[in-house]
């Protein structure tokens, strides 16, 4: 099994910037991909940005150029930072692994930014 651990929320101004870490721990395999998803009140899920344990990475069109995710496969972290947030960022961000088609979620964080 798959423990997944964020931190890093909080409440910023608009333009401010936050970073996420995300801790996994339990059977993690060499081939995974970790990632951040986030949920505003009454919207869906959504993907926000992802990365490959070889260092590829996916990124939701409306964070491109404004967050960037990393990873350190030896401490088995992911991160996700996030510069010239505005209010639409707000939500809670969820951390992911996804391995053979199995996805553990950690409990979120809350992103908050004010205009």
């Known amino acids: 099994q798959v423990q997944v651990v964020e931190s890093g929320g909080g409440l910023v101004q608009a333009g401010g910037s936050l970073r996420l870490s995300c801790a996994a721990s339990g059977t993690i395999f060499n081939s995974n991909v970790m990632g951040w998803y986030r949920q505003a009140p009454g919207k869906e899920r959504e993907l926000v940005a992802e990365?490959?344990?070889?260092?590829?990475?996916n990124y939701a069109d409306s964070v491109k150029g404004r967050f960037t995710i990393s990873r350190d496969n030896a401490k088995k972290m992911v991160y996700l930072q996030m510069d010239s947030l505005n209010p639409e960022d707000t939500g809670a961000y969820y951390c992911?692994?996804?391995?053979?088609?199995?996805?553990?979620w950690g409990q979120g964080t809350q992103v908050t930014v004010s205009s």
């Open positions: 992911t692994v996804k391995q053979f088609g199995s996805r553990s």
């Open positions: 990365i490959t344990s070889g260092g590829n990475t």
